[in-house]
Nanobody, 122 residues
Framework: GVRLEESGGGSTQAGGSLRLSCAAS????????MYWVRQAPGKGLEWVST????????YYADSVKGRFTISRDNAKNTLYLQLNSLKSEDTAMYFC???????????????RGQGTQVTVSS
């Protein structure tokens, strides 16, 4: 079955950087858009970013635009999220998710990993 395993989370101070990875297996990674979503303590899921199947189209929430960069390596079945200039409000559990299609459609994903925690102290 579909498996998504996030890694790379941790604790850092405001202004710091982290790189999240998501290792995918159990499906043809290269033909699906991939998503990053996050959930802060006590809040609902928030969409962060999406990359289309080929990696040529990138989409970001306004709250992370200019600070986060999504990318993918289809040869390695791996999704990435580079987090720069981190703020305390970026503290959340970060999840990668598999899209249902090759292109971005809001919240149109059907599998999600277990997540990796990012904690930013001010």
């Amino acid at each position: 079955g579909v498996r998504l395993e996030e890694s790379g989370g941790g604790s850092t101070q405001a202004g710091g950087s982290l790189r999240l990875s998501c290792a995918a297996s159990g499906f043809t990674f290269s033909i699906y858009a991939m998503y990053w979503v996050r959930q802060a303590p006590g809040k609902g899921l928030e969409w962060v970013s999406t990359i289309n199947s080929g990696g040529g189209s990138l989409y970001y929430a306004d709250s992370v635009k200019g600070r986060f960069t999504i990318s993918r390596d289809n040869a390695k079945n791996t999704l990435y999220l580079q987090l720069n200039s981190l703020k305390s409000e970026d503290t959340a559990m970060y999840f990668c998710a598999k899209g249902r299609h090759s292109t971005y459609i809001p919240y149109d994903y059907n599998y999600r990993g277990q997540g990796t925690q990012v904690t930013v102290s001010s």
